[in-house]
């Protein structure tokens, strides 16, 4: 009997040790899968923030390498120019003359023009004629060979201008028989090139960088904090340029030993390099809130297994208190998997969240896309989304609307005569006049294609939209640009007029083309004068 019980005893011990066991064993396969899918996840969300941060500085680092090539392209238009002019005449031509003083589309610091010792012959700044610059770096590559090449210099401090850092852009001059005449040289402020990024207003973690392929950088702005000249040859950046000339990577900067995430371009014209980066902690500081919810989801549900697998262990010599411990075992797993789902949900709206935020950013780059390349107004596409808009506007709530079209007199015989260089310049002008003239923010002035251009004035009746013709005409008129194939040897415009006093359709086919009518009769009519078109109904 006793050895019956004895045996008994040890089957129930045998037991228990098993079941005792099993729950151990299931308990770390449970804190295991726990914490691979704590980790996958974190691994896969942290993937897919650089991911989106670095298509964000792709896009970023795109639409400044463009601002700045756009930038570049222009200023060496006016120093071709200006090159041309001075190897054909030998001097200093009145062109000349007239296209430093009058280019207002580069915001330079100077356009000047140095002779072969360096001396300073014609600039945009009086004082500069006479000052000596054969000590300059520009000057000194450009005596040293003719690379027939646009050359940017080193940032430095100017003379002048104390205090202010300056870098040049400059092209040789060249006498008939190639040896050396002199240079062309525009000095622009750094901060310029950075002016298209401090409009995006990204924040203060933010930065860009325009590096020479030299090493030095032209300029760097982090926040509100500009550096210039500061040598970065040591930068991993460089070992990336050579592998690749456009990449992104991930590294601590050699100035602040900050981390961040990089996007950069190997402009392919130009020594130059640019890059757009942000700091890993701005860039991911939503990823490391949701990491440590993680974390901490992680071990609240681990430390809750554990204790449920050693409730367990302690209570499996009794069924109904096993039986107990269970269901409340799976009340508190219920508990943690709802309150998972909340955070998984917490977390997918802040997903949404930051894919809204990049729409935006992806909008405003395709805001940018609305504005015309060479004048810096808007473009056709914009005008007729606008005009279409405005049309559909004035027909529900029954108000006027005014349509201006715009004509520079003679435009063909001034690009004959000065060449597209010059001419280019004169649209841009125009284009300037025309914005500035209209000063409601309801009415627009954009080019409409070559040298013509239209104006939208919503709610305007007649009486108006002719007062505002006129008063852009004697705008454009009071310039008093140069051109002897024109009516008092000066740029004037023509414009027709048209107005859809209470419009029946919302399509603008009618109006734009009243107002097309009206700008060939005023052309007709001798030009350089308003003309209104005699449709009522439109």
Known sequence: MIKVRNVNVNAKVLIRSRISLFIGIFALILIGIVWLDTITRINFEHQAEVRSTIR????????????????????????????????????????MTTRIETTKSIPALHISVA????????????????????DREYFKSQLSADSNQLFLSKPFQGRVDVGKWIFHVSRRLNKPDGSFSGVVVIGVEPLYFSNFYRQMNLGKDYGVNLVGRDGITRVRLVGDKMDVGTDIRSASLFSHVQNDAVGSYTDRSIIDGTRRIYSYIAMPDYPLIVAVFVSEEEALADFYQRQYRYYLTASLLSLFIALISGLLIWM?????KLENQLRRAKDGLE???????????????????????LQAMNDELQRLSNVDGLTGIANRRFFDDSLERECHVAMRIGKPISLIMVDIDFFKAYNDTYGHQLGDECLRII???????????TDL??????????????????????????????????????????????????????????????????????????????????RNCVRMSTQQEL
Request: charged content about 25%; proline content about 3%.
């Open 316 to 320: 499996v010599v009794g069924k109904e």
């Open 431 to 441: 284009a300037t006049t025309l914005a500035a003239g209209v000063k409601r923010s």
């Open 115 to 134: 002779d072969e010792r360096g001396n300073f012959l014609a600039s945009s700044r009086p004082e500069y004629v006479g000052i000596n610059v054969s």
């Open 335 to 357: 508990i943690k998997v709802a309150q998972r789902t909340t955070e998984l949900q917490d977390a997918h709206d802040e997903q949404q969240a930051m894919n809204e935020e």
């Open 56 to 95: 964000i500085n792709n896009n970023l680092s795109k639409a400044f390498e463009e601002n700045v090539r756009r930038d570049l392209e222009d200023m060496d238009e006016v120093l071709l120019f200006l090159k041309t002019e001075y190897e054909t005449h030998g001097r200093v031509t009145p062109a």
């Open 445 to 526: 002035v954009a080019r409409y294609g070559g040298e013509e251009f239209v104006v939208i004035l919503p709610n305007t009746d007649a009486v108006g939209a002719i007062r505002v013709a006129e008063k852009l005409r004697l705008r454009v008129e009071n310039l008093c640009l140069l051109h002897s194939g024109s009516l008092g040897n000066c740029v004037t415009i023509s414009l027709g007029a048209a107005v859809s006093v209470q419009p029946k359709e919302s399509t603008p086919l009618p109006l734009i083309a009243a107002a097309d009518d009206a700008l060939y009769q005023a052309k007709r009519e001798g």
